[in-house]
């Protein structure tokens, strides 16, 4: 610690650590957090590092940018800085789309006693390009995250919503351990009204190669069966068993492919898969869940978590809409099903905000659940800024109104920009509370991309650096705000936790 504290600034006492070979820790100076390195005796390895060097008592010391050449090499000195599988602990994704959030996220889940395991880095393809970041830059951005906190018991690095091997491919390099396939784009949601001679159709057309079936063996399986998913049966008649084939039966080889060319490439053991196809126009029937999870293990697939489509309404930032009783009963028997096949996790996908219903997917699941947020910490970051930058703030809301139309129409969502507050007629002090109103809070989140891109006539970054500023002055106040928002999203799934 005397010799970090000899190069000034600010020391992050959290993030100090001493190895046999040198000192680590982060040091807030006037300009930005830097990675301090002082080695204890003779070190090639230093070599490993770029920054600038200098002697201190004699020892050797470093003083380096947050770059990805530093991220590596520490991680290289520091094993407990690289994520890792989560297996079937109960566990949260903090998507975060400015880099910065894993701090409040950490805090969050140490107020919990450590009991829900950490996903910090998470990001899909479709927000990376639409917040100009890239794999690497995701990974170690939560890593420098998981350093200032001294965070040592293991995190996660989710891949989230894959849908080609180039994004695997990519997402690898990066050094991701959790990789989530979206197969949205082979999902037939039509098939769910679908009969007689268009469904027949339909059904023989399915890739029978690529599923390595055929429609004669897939009907001895399943027609005419029960299976029993502990007090529930579930039992398919040839209509029902040709739309959840035809709904997900090209889902299920796309999945298939997808998880195989993992193996290939990383090796068993070495990553851990979720499958997500809730971005579909209707909800997963129980007999559907259990069509792709029983056709998945056929095939040899492993997964540790599957996020079906429930029923009811899962729009983006705000609460449930939808009838609990009905979300009640309808997750019930998904959580069975997953226990009976698996044991997986069902994911929440959208889980950002769902307050209402967390105690039902506490309760239904009893442990085997992952619960995902994503845009709900980048709300956060608007509420610091509202806090601390009221005319900022002000500036990118009109913005983001402007862009709304646009922006929403990859997004289930109903926010409606009558229904939103003008920002200049809110005074500065209840600013902050315009991030809770139902149709602002939408409109904040889905124009996030244009937000962060954003570029004036002559080149430069509209809002970006303004907004990055405000926050990197304050880190602490965004720590505190994203500390007390995400207690509310764990703490009803604390106490039926599985930390094994």
Known sequence: MIALTSLGGDVVHSSVFKGTDGEFGLVRQAQGARLVVFASGPAPWLSEFEGDA???QGRTSLVCPLSARNAAALRSRCSWLRPRPLGLRTSAGFGDRIGRATPGHLRAVRATGCRIAPVVAQQSMREMVRTGRSAQTVVDEAMWGVFQEGWRDGYGADADHLKSTLD???CLAAGFTCYTIDPGDHVQSGADTASGPALREAFDRLPWDRLEDCGTALLRRYVGRVFEVEDETIRFDEVSLGRAAVKYGAAVAHVVAMFRHLVQKAGVGAFELEVSVDETDTPTTHAEHYYVASE??????????????YVGRFEKGVDYIGDLAAFDHDIAVHAAIARTLGPYKLSLHS????????PIVARRCGGYVHLKTAGTSYLEALRTIAALDPELFREVYAFARDHYDADRATYHVSARLDRAPIGDAVPAADLPALVDQFDARQIF????GSVLTAITADGARRFYDRFMAAIDRNPEVYSRYLEVHFRRHLDPFVAGALTT
Do not use: E, N
């Open 168 to 170: 695997i491919d990519t």
């Open 54 to 56: 200098s002697t201190w």
């Open 445 to 448: 989140h889905v124009t996030f």
């Open 296 to 309: 998945l293990k056929r095939l040899g697939v492993s997964w540790v978590g599957l996020a079906p489509r």
């Open 351 to 358: 889980g950002s905000d769902k307050f209402k219903i967390y």
